[in-house]
């Protein structure tokens, strides 16, 4: 805890981003819709390039895909696995 911050406070989101690269990433769109993969790009509008990716609609699995990209004006969040 340095400078009064807890762990993750002040965090530039587009350094969080960059370090995430190629890790496994849950992105949730606003739709409800969520997509699980591997994190391959992502820009300064949150648009965002996923490989081996599996949608889930409802907490099922729909669908897998061998690439994907999402539109970030879509997106909710972007977690880390």
Do not use: C, H, W
């Not at 890790?23 to 992502?42: D, I, R, W």
């Not at 390039?49 to 999402?70: I, M, P």
């Amino acid at each position: 805890m340095e400078n009064g911050l807890t762990q993750g406070e002040g965090k530039d989101p587009s350094g969080f981003l960059g370090e995430i690269i190629g890790a496994p990433v849950t992105v949730k769109l606003n739709s409800g819709v969520v997509y699980k993969g591997e994190l391959q790009s992502v820009d300064g509008y949150m648009n965002i390039a996923l490989e081996k990716t599996d949608e889930y609609v409802n907490g099922k699995k729909r669908r897998s895909y061998g690439d994907a990209f999402v539109r970030g004006n879509n997106v909710m969040y972007i977690s880390a696995d």
